[in-house]
């Protein structure tokens, strides 16, 4: 099995704040996982990380 970003097939993320959630475990807490892959790992790289209007601006914008 090979894994497939959505940036592989040309997707664009957005990832309102506050809006994804994950649990401990053996290596970070939950509240540390989501600040590595929220703060680190996705902006600029795979998703936009936005604050929860911004993402509504951009999807209402998206539809118009």
Not at 2 to 14: A, E, R, T
Not at 31 to 40: A, K, P, T, V
């Amino acid at each position: 099995s090979s894994d497939v970003c959505s940036s592989d097939l040309g997707l664009h993320m957005i990832v309102p704040s506050y809006a994804n959630s994950t649990l401990d475990n053996e290596y970070m807490t939950g509240e540390q996982s989501y600040h590595y892959y929220n703060e680190f790992l996705w902006p600029k790289r795979y998703a936009d990380c936005v604050s929860m209007d911004r993402a509504l601006a951009l999807l209402k914008k998206a539809i118009e």
